[in-house]
């Protein structure tokens, strides 16, 4: 496999990291122990940053530079990749923002109740760039030698 590939891999890896951590934290937030409830201040902003900068901003890094790479000529693969990880983070997101109803107010800051929304709309680009590597031609690139 060429590196653009693997770079894809990695992206799609790295959505659904960032998938599972949303949806772990919020459903945690829904399903507060009264042990943890009494004795500890759970406060879900850092956590939510930190995932954002260890799963998603990495993830969409990774998913950009493929796409640089294969724009020209695109590639199908590469483009079911991008578009994989777009919709997981899609799905993702959603089922995140779906946890919010069940929450106690007290774990709704605005970093909870608008990073769901923000990365549904951030994942729509992902989906269109991996939907138009697979529609381009395959138009490789004239290796000149010399």
Not at 46 to 72: C, D, E, H, W, Y
Not at 77 to 104: N, Q, R, W
């Amino acid at each position: 496999m060429a590196i653009e590939k693997w770079l894809a891999v990695t992206s799609l890896g790295l959505f659904v990291m960032f998938a599972g951590e949303m949806i772990s934290v919020y459903n945690f937030m829904t399903n507060v122990p009264e042990e943890i409830e009494f004795s500890i201040t759970f406060d879900a902003d850092p956590k939510i940053f930190q995932f954002i900068s260890i799963g998603a901003a990495p993830a969409g890094i990774l998913a950009a530079v493929p796409f640089i790479m294969t724009r020209q000529y695109g590639s199908k693969p590469i483009g079911g990749l991008i578009t994989a990880g777009g919709v997981v983070m899609l799905l993702g997101m959603f089922v995140s923002y779906s946890l919010i109803d069940k929450m106690d107010a007290v774990y709704i800051t605005d970093v909870v109740k608008y990073a769901p929304l923000l990365f549904m709309v951030l994942s729509i680009p992902v989906i269109v760039v991996g939907v138009y590597l697979t529609k381009e031609k395959q138009k490789r690139p004239k290796k000149e030698f010399f």
